[in-house]
């Protein structure tokens, strides 16, 4: 099992251009989660999804969209990346909600000029 | 509003010696969690703990369940270079689960 998988690996936007970021899981879990990591702010949660075709706000929602057309996959988007949004972004899975155990990806790392 | 705060924020010790990280919050957690995140590398689970005073053990891991369940610490003994990485606690509350910002723990050989 692959586990969980995200594309690309790194990316670099100019500002005002927009991106997708794929995420995907095969352990078959409902609960899929985008965060950001940034430097002394610890991960904070930005999008998630509860099942396939849900989506939620998390702590920091402004300036991204997500999609959970399959339950396998979960696509985070930057519309128009500003230079606030460089940050490594990782994708989580569980079984259950957010007191189980997160399977995370290898993260994407963003930076946005 | 951080509401886990870690401690200390960077660590750099030796092959041998024994630490502590804290994980400390004015508020009360449902559960708490700690990951280890190696460089390159999304965060991997070490443990959850749920009850006030538990204490688990990870082989030379030891971690720690505040009895009033607002803090917890994850104490290493014997340090080893494989140790090294990010460690994260994550407390569960109101539905949401809050990360600590992180300790950057290197061990030398």
């Known amino acids: 099992n692959a586990g969980v998988t995200q594309t690309p690996k790194f990316r670099v936007l100019k500002t005002g251009q927009s991106m997708t970021l794929l995420c995907a899981q095969d352990?078959?879990?409902?609960?899929m989660y985008w965060y950001r990591q940034d430097p002394g702010m610890g991960l904070r949660l930005i999008h998630y999804?509860?099942?396939?075709?849900?989506?939620a706000k998390g702590e920091v929602p402004d300036g991204y969209n997500v999609s959970r057309l399959k339950k396998q996959n979960f696509l985070l988007g930057l519309e128009s990346a500003a230079p606030s949004q460089t940050s490594v972004y990782f994708c989580?899975?569980?079984?259950?909600?957010?007191?189980?155990?997160?399977?995370f990806g290898p993260g994407t790392r963003l930076t946005v000029l | 509003t951080q509401l886990l705060e870690q401690s200390p924020q960077f660590l750099s010790i030796q092959e041998g010696e024994n630490l502590t990280v804290y994980c400390n919050s004015s508020?009360?957690?449902?559960?708490l969690q700690w990951y280890r995140q190696e460089p390159g590398e999304g965060p991997v689970l070490l443990v959850t703990?749920?009850?006030?005073?538990e204490v688990k053990k990870l082989k030379r891991l030891t971690f720690q369940f505040g009895d009033a369940r607002k803090d917890s610490s994850l104490h290493i003994t014997a340090a080893q270079p494989g140790d090294t990485g990010l460690y994260l606690c994550?407390?569960?509350?109101?539905?949401?689960?809050?990360f600590g910002q992180g300790t950057e723990l290197s061990v030398k050989p």
């Open positions: 989580a899975s569980s079984y259950g909600g957010l007191a189980n155990e997160q399977f």
């Open positions: 352990m078959n879990h409902e609960y």
């Open positions: 999804s509860v099942g396939e075709g849900t989506t």
């Open positions: 508020s009360v957690f449902s559960s």
């Open positions: 703990v749920v009850t006030g005073g």
């Open positions: 994550a407390g569960f509350q109101g539905g949401k689960l809050i």
